[in-house]
C-alpha cells in the first residue's frame, strides 16, 4: 500500500539539525512533514548522546572566568585550523565566517531565550599546541550545556511536539526515504519504505523488516540525515590514506549504526554534489564500551594534560600529540606505526582529576543539570566520577597494577601482538618524572600541564597537580589501551550560504536544501580539515536554522 503526503517542506531525519530546520520553518507558518526512519523515542538523533558542548565566543561565562575572547581571535583560530586550500572551499570558508560571527554574535542568546544554560566552567579543548597560527582554541570555549545533550534538544523538541498538537507539523516516524522526486530538474518530493514499528530505546538497532512504501510531496525538501560513522565500509572507501596513512583495521563506533550515509549517497545519485568527503573526524581516545547500547560502541575519553602518551610500539609521543591538542596530528601519528591503537600511561591520582567521558549518558551529574550532582560527583566524592569508575573496573582497555613492571605484564597482556619493552617504558617515563622536581622544565608535556593550571577552570576540576607518574603515594599506576574512534564527517553535499544544495557546476539544486552532517555542517564542509570541538552541535543549529528559514 502506497501512503501519499503532501507538505509545504519536508525535513528528513529528525536530529538535532532536523529539529532546527523544522521549528525555523514552522515559524514561517510552513506546514512541515518530519520523516525518520527512527522511532518516536529517537528524537534528536546523535544529539542526544553527546556532552552538550558548544562553540561560542566572548560569553559571559567566559568573562566570569577571566577568558579574554573575541570575534578576530576566533576566526583566526578557526582558519587556522581549517587550512582551506581547495577551489571548492569557498563555500565552507564563507558559511565558517558565517558561523563564527554567529557563535560571537545572536547564538547565545537565541539559546538563552530558549531556555538553555550552561556549566559556568569553559573547558579547553583542542589546544592545538603548536603556532599561534595554526590549529587549536587559543582559548577555553567549550560551553557544556545543563542537562547536556538531551538540555540542547529540548527546546526544539519540545516545539515539535507542540506543533504536532496544534496541527502545523507532522511527525512520520519509521519512514525510510530511498529516493528524491525530481520533475523538471526540481527536487518535488520523496519516496520511500515504510518500516515496522520498533519500540528498541534510542541508539539500539531497529529493525529493517518494509511493511510498506510511501510518497510525500512538498515544495522545499531539506536534508538532515547525518553522516556516515555508523558505516565503517564507507569511511574506510573515503579514508584519505595520503593524508593519515592506512585506514585502521580496527575501529570503534562513536555513532549508532543508523548513521550510515545513505541518504548522501541518494542525493548524490540525483546530480547533487558532494565535496571534502576525504575530510573528517575521528577521536584518538576511544575505549570499547563495556556497557553497549550500539553495535561495536565506543566512547571516548575527554582527557586532561597530564596522561602519558605511548604509540603501539611503546615510544612517547612529543607535541602537538598530546592528550587534547590535537586530534588529527595525533592519529595520523598512530597510525604511523602500522597499528590503530596508542595507550595512556596515569596515575590514581590523574583519572581522578583529568578522565571525563564523552555523552550524556556518562556524564548524568551534568545531564541531570543539579549542581549538588556535580558536587558530589566531581569535588566531593571519592576517586573519579562513577562513570570512569565503572570502565576502570569493567572496561576491557584497562589495567591496574601497584608498580611499572606488573602494569607492563598487563598492557602485554592485552597486545600480545606488539609486546611493549618494560625497560624503554621505565627510561622515558623516569626522564619525564625527573622534571617535575624543578619549577623549569623542557619537558613540553610538563610545561603544558603548568599552563594548564594557569587556566583556574583546568585547576578546579581538570588539571592534576604536576606529580612522578612512579610516584607510589599517586599510585596504583593504570594503562588504558586507546582504540580509533569514529565520529563525524567534515565534508558533506555542497551548499551554498542560504543551505541550499548545488549540482557539481555550482548551479543551484532547485528544492533541495541540507543542514547538519549531511551538509559538512554547512557549505559542505564548514570545518575544512580540523574540528576545534563544540562546532559539530554549533553547526546543527546553525545549518538547521539557516534551511528552515529559507525552504
Not at 88 to 113: C, I, K, T
Not at 283 to 307: A, D, M, V
Not at 441 to 461: E, M, N, P, S
Request: proline share 6%.
Amino acid at each position: 500500500m502506497t501512503e501519499v503526503g503532501k507538505a509545504d517542506v519536508i525535513v528528513v531525519g529528525a536530529g538535532l539539525a532536523g529539529l532546527v530546520a523544522a521549528c525555523e520553518a514552522l515559524e514561517r507558518g510552513r506546514k512541515v512533514l518530519l520523516l525518520d526512519q527512527e522511532g518516536p523515542q529517537s528524537l534528536g538523533g546523535q544529539a542526544h548522546w553527546s556532552l552538550g558542548g558548544l562553540f561560542m565566543v566572548d560569553t559571559p561565562e567566559q568573562r566570569r572566568m577571566g577568558i579574554r575572547d573575541g570575534r578576530n581571535l576566533a576566526l583566526s583560530d578557526w582558519m587556522g585550523s581549517a587550512q582551506f586550500d581547495r577551489p571548492e572551499d569557498d563555500n565552507p570558508r564563507r558559511f565558517a565566517q558565517a558561523f563564527v560571527d554567529f557563535a560571537s554574535g545572536e547564538m547565545r542568546s537565541w539559546l538563552h531565550g530558549l531556555g538553555l544554560r550552561w556549566f559556568p566552567v569553559v573547558g579547553w579543548a583542542e589546544r592545538g599546541g603548536a603556532l599561534a597560527d595554526g590549529h587549536g582554541n587559543s582559548v577555553p570555549r567549550f560551553h557544556i550545556t545543563w542537562g547536556t545533550g538531551p538540555g540542547v534538544v529540548a527546546p526544539f523538541k519540545a516545539r515539535v511536539l507542540d506543533a504536532v498538537l496544534t496541527g502545523g507539523l507532522r511527525h512520520v516516524p519509521r519512514r525510510r526515504v530511498t529516493q528524491l522526486i525530481v520533475e523538471n530538474g526540481t527536487v518535488c518530493g520523496v519516496s520511500g519504505d515504510i518500516l515496522a514499528e520498533d519500540p528498541a530505546p534510542i541508539g539500539e538497532s531497529t529493525s529493517r523488516d518494509v511493511v510498506g512504501d510511501f510518497t510525500c510531496r512538498a515544495e522545499s525538501v531539506i536534508l538532515a540525515s547525518g553522516g556516515i560513522g555508523g558505516n565503517h565500509d564507507l569511511v574506510r572507501e573515503h579514508w584519505p590514506e595520503e593524508r593519515l596513512g592506512p585506514a585502521p583495521t580496527q575501529m570503534v563506533a562513536g555513532v549508532p549504526d543508523y548513521v550510515d550515509g545513505q541518504m548522501q549517497q541518494t542525493a548524490i545519485g540525483i546530480g547533487a554534489a558532494a565535496i571534502n568527503t576525504d575530510r573528517m573526524w575521528h577521536y584518538t581516545e576511544g575505549l570499547k564500551n563495556w556497557n553497549p547500547i550500539w553495535p561495536n560502541h565506543g566512547i571516548r575519553i575527554l582527557p586532561g594534560p597530564s596522561s602519558m602518551w605511548f604509540d603501539a610500539l611503546g615510544n612517547r609521543m612529543d607535541a602537538p600529540c598530546l592528550p587534547g591538542f590535537d586530534t588529527l596530528a595525533t592519529l595520523k601519528r598512530i597510525l604511523s606505526t602500522g597499528h590503530s591503537h596508542s595507550w595512556f600511561i596515569l596515575t590514581q591520582a590523574i583519572i581522578e582529576k583529568e578522565f571525563a567521558l564523552s555523552g550524556s549518558e556518562q556524564n548524568p551529574d551534568l545531564t541531570s543539570g543539579r549542581w549538588q550532582e556535580v558536587l558530589k560527583a566531581r569535588l566531593l566524592g571519592k576517586g573519579a566520577p562513577a562513570p570512569v569508575e565503572a570502565f576502570k573496573e569493567h572496561g576491557e582497555d584497562f589495567v591496574i597494577a601497584e608498580t611499572l613492571r606488573e602494569l607492563v605484564l598487563g598492557m602485554n597482556a592485552l597486545t600480545p601482538e606488539t609486546p611493549l619493552d618494560f625497560l624503554h617504558l621505565l627510561e622515558q617515563i623516569e626522564a619525564r618524572d625527573a622534571q617535575i622536581g624543578n619549577p623549569f622544565a623542557k619537558d613540553a608535556q610538563v610545561t603544558a600541564i603548568r599552563g594548564a593550571r594557569a587556566y583556574r577552570g583546568d585547576k578546579l576540576i581538570r588539571t592534576a597537580p604536576p606529580h612522578r607518574i612512579l610516584d607510589e603515594n599517586k599510585g596504583p599506576l593504570i594503562a588504558v589501551r586507546l582504540n580509533i574512534l569514529t565520529r563525524k564527517s567534515l565534508g558533506g553535499l555542497h551548499t551554498d550560504l542560504q543551505s541550499r544544495v548545488l549540482r557539481p557546476d555550482g548551479s543551484v539544486f532547485p528544492g533541495l536544501f541540507a543542514a547538519g552532517e549531511v551538509a559538512g555542517f554547512g557549505g559542505g564542509g564548514y570545518h575544512g580539515y580540523n574540528a576545534l570541538e563544540g562546532t559539530f552541535l554549533g553547526g546543527c543549529l546553525f545549518s538547521g536554522r539557516i534551511a528552515g528559514q529559507y525552504a
